[in-house]
C-alpha cells in the first residue's frame, strides 16, 4: 500500500502460509521432536494443520519471480536455524545449539526476518527499485518490530532462562522502557526523511506510535495474559484497518 504495489496473490498467500508454517515450526518442534505416537492429540492436528499450510507454501513458492527466491531461502534458512541446533557449540552458553539460544540475539532476529518479508519480499518481486524510502521503511519496521517484542520481554522474565540474555534481563524493566520510547520516536521522525510523504499516512503512523507507546509504558512482569498476547499481538492488525479505512 505505501509504494503502490497492485494486489500481489502469489507474495500475499505465499507470505500467510509460511508464517504459520514457520510460527508452527519454532513454536512446536522443541515438544514434538521425532516423537510421534506420543503426541497429545491437540499437538498432532497442529501438525497435521501445518503440513497443510506448508504444502501451500510449497505451491506459492514456486510462482514468486525467480529474484524472489534466492532473497527468501535465507529467510527460511534463518527461520529453520532458529529452532533446529545445528550451529556449532561453540557459540552458545547453553546447547540448545540454535539461534534462538544465542545471547541478545532473538528478539533481532525476529524483527529482521519481519522486516526481510514483509517490506523488501513485496517490492522485489514487483521489480521495486531500493530506493531510499524503501530503506527508511525497512528501518522503521525493524524498529517497530523491536519495539513490539518488549512487553513480551517483560511478560516473560519470569520464565526465560538468563542465558537467552532479553533486553529487560540485562538493563532491567525501565530502562528497557526507556529504549523502547526512544526507539518509536525514531521510527515516527523517520516518516520525514522519505522524498514521498503522505499526510494520511504520516498521522496513522502516529497513532499507532502512541498506542505502541502506551501498551511498552503499562507493561509489566504480572500483566494479564492476554495483555501481550492479544492486544500487543494485534497492533499490526489495527495498523492496517486504519490504512484501508482512511488511506
Not at 502469489?10 to 505416537?37: E, P
Not at 521489480?127 to 530503506?135: A, K
Request: with cysteine; proline share 3%.
Amino acid at each position: 500500500m505505501e509504494f503502490n504495489i497492485p494486489y500481489d496473490e502469489n507474495v500475499l498467500y505465499f507470505v500467510f502460509f509460511s508464517t504459520i508454517t514457520g510460527y508452527n515450526f519454532v513454536k512446536y518442534f522443541g515438544l514434538a521432536k521425532f516423537h510421534h505416537r506420543s503426541l497429545a492429540g491437540w499437538l498432532k492436528a497442529i501438525q497435521v494443520f501445518s503440513l497443510l499450510c506448508f504444502l501451500a507454501l510449497c505451491y506459492y513458492v514456486l510462482k514468486l519471480e525467480k529474484q524472489s527466491l534466492i532473497y527468501v531461502s535465507v529467510f527460511g534458512a534463518m527461520t529453520f536455524l532458529y529452532a533446529i541446533p545445528l550451529i556449532p557449540k561453540k557459540i552458545f552458553l547453553d546447547n540448545q545449539q540454535n539461534l534462538r539460544s544465542i545471547s541478545g540475539l532473538k528478539i533481532y532476529i525476529i524483527a529482521l526476518v519481519w522486516t526481510g518479508v514483509t517490506v523488501f519480499l513485496p517490492l522485489i518481486n514487483n521489480g521495486y527499485s531500493i530506493s531510499e524510502d524503501v530503506i527508511f521503511t525497512g528501518i522503521q519496521r525493524f524498529l517497530l518490530v523491536l519495539v513490539l517484542m518488549l512487553p513480551f520481554e517483560i511478560r516473560d522474565l519470569h520464565y526465560d532462562s538468563l542465558k537467552l540474555a532479553t533486553i529487560p534481563q540485562k538493563i532491567g524493566v525501565k530502562q528497557t522502557k526507556i529504549v523502547g520510547v526512544l526507539l518509536l520516536f525514531v521510527f515516527y521522525f523517520l516518516n520525514y526523511f522519505k522524498d514521498d510523504i503522505d499526510t494520511c499516512r504520516l498521522m496513522i503512523n502516529g497513532v499507532i506510535t502512541a498506542i505502541t507507546l502506551l501498551f511498552l509504558v503499562f507493561a509489566n512482569k504480572n500483566q494479564n495474559e492476554y495483555y501481550s498476547s492479544f492486544w500487543v499481538e494485534s497492533i499490526p492488525i489495527g495498523w492496517l484497518v486504519l490504512l484501508l479505512l482512511f488511506c
